[in-house]
Nanobody
Framework: QVHLVESGGGLVQPGGSLRLSCAAS????????MGWYRQGPGKQRAMVAY???????FYADSVKGRFTISRDNGKNTVYLQMNSLKCGDPAGYYC??????????WGQGTQVTVST
């Protein structure tokens, strides 16, 4: 059974931190590069970071130096540590393979809100 369950979002003040988690089924996780995507209001979903099975990472310029992606291959889980959150970061955050196909399954995502 395919599943992606994102969690850890919430409301945080500017400059604050959150840690997102994504539990994935083995069919999506095992042996694949995993990434985090975000979709803000009125915007297309965009990838912000990915982590290969070997632990190599990539970050979009907008989050570089603030976000850290990691994965626990024993738990089929990928994490996103988000520090120094700012006004451009609020969005629904989703995890999935990288690259992801057009008809891919998506989880419910977890919402991040940055506000005073």
């Amino acid at each position: 059974q395919v599943h992606l369950v994102e969690s850890g979002g919430g409301l945080v003040q500017p400059g604050g931190s959150l840690r997102l988690s994504c539990a994935a089924s083995g069919t999506i996780f095992y042996g694949y590069t995993m990434g985090w995507y975000r979709q803000g209001p009125g915007k297309q979903r965009a990838m912000v970071a990915y982590c290969t099975t070997g632990g190599s990472t990539f970050y979009a310029d907008s989050v570089k130096g603030r976000f850290t992606i990691s994965r626990d291959n024993g738990k089929n889980t990928v994490y996103l540590q988000m520090n120094s959150l700012k006004c451009g970061d609020p969005a629904g955050y989703y995890c999935n393979n990288v690259p992801v196909g057009g008809g891919a399954y998506w989880g419910q995502g977890t919402q991040v809100t940055v506000s005073t």
